[in-house]
């Protein structure tokens, strides 16, 4: 196996971990059930969009939309290393 196709199976095995019940129990102590599952949402359908979401416009959905403080995103999106999600989230 080459390196992009490895870099793609460790891409899929973090999605499939974002999307399962292990990443809400990780993190619901710190951060809400239901700020997990927005948060979840809208990268499900960047999926289902076959688009991917822009990293202010996941924060605008997030902190204005949802009205959760910009720290408690913020926090969030360090604490999960957003970064790995490139190319979903841009």
Same mark, same amino acid.
């Given at each position: 196996?080459? @390196?992009?196709?490895?870099?793609?199976?460790?891409?899929?095995?973090? #999605?499939? /971990?974002? /999307?399962?019940?292990?990443?809400?129990?990780?993190?619901?102590?710190?951060?809400?059930?239901? /700020?997990?599952?927005?948060?979840?949402?809208?990268? #499900? #359908?960047?999926?289902? @969009?076959?688009?991917?979401?822009?990293?202010?416009?996941? @924060?605008?959905?997030?902190?204005?939309?949802?009205?959760?403080?910009?720290?408690?995103?913020?926090?969030?999106?360090?604490?999960?290393?957003?970064? #790995?999600?490139?190319?979903?989230?841009?």
């Amino acid at each position: 196996m080459n @390196n992009e196709s490895i870099e793609i199976i460790e891409f899929i095995d973090l #999605l499939n /971990f974002t /999307f399962s019940d292990s990443f809400v129990e990780k993190w619901r102590y710190k951060y809400s059930i239901a /700020f997990i599952k927005k948060f979840q949402y809208k990268l #499900l #359908l960047s999926v289902q @969009n076959k688009k991917p979401v822009k990293l202010k416009s996941l @924060n605008q959905y997030l902190i204005k939309k949802c009205k959760y403080s910009e720290e408690q995103v913020e926090d969030f999106l360090e604490d999960i290393e957003i970064v #790995l999600y490139y190319p979903l989230v841009m």
